[in-house]
């Protein structure tokens, strides 16, 4: 790369520079829930795109799942705050779930 001065220069980047220094997510164990389970949850994070909801399995463990805007009731949400607050306790159905991974959605509709 040449700057304004006509020098060449070389211009290096870290990986952290790059990506960050993240940690990679820890596993939860998500062996107390099924798929279609209806739960009770309350509302940890909100987001543009969704909400985080903690949720208890019927044998007490618990876990933090992603409830998604379009799956809070149908038709379009502009502002997700208008529909659901921080603390707020809620009833979700596990939508998906991957034991695997530690993956695990959520939806408020049938």
Do not use: C
């Not at 790059?18 to 798929?35: A, C, T, Y």
């Not at 909400?51 to 799942?65: M, R």
Request: hydrophobic share 35%.
């Amino acid at each position: 790369m040449t700057d304004k001065d006509g020098q060449q220069k070389l211009f290096l980047a870290t990986v952290e520079d790059k990506i960050g220094l993240k940690e990679p997510r820890r596993k939860v164990d998500l062996s107390g829930f099924e798929e279609n389970q209806w739960l009770s949850g309350k509302v940890s994070r909100i987001l543009p795109f969704g909400a985080f909801v903690q949720v208890t399995s019927p044998e007490g463990e618990s876990a933090e799942g992603l409830l998604h805007i379009r799956e809070i009731r149908e038709g379009f949400i502009a502002n997700l705050e208008d529909e659901l607050g921080l603390g707020q306790h809620i009833k979700v159905r596990v939508k998906y779930l991957n034991k695997d991974e530690g993956v695990l959605q959520l939806s408020m509709m049938e």
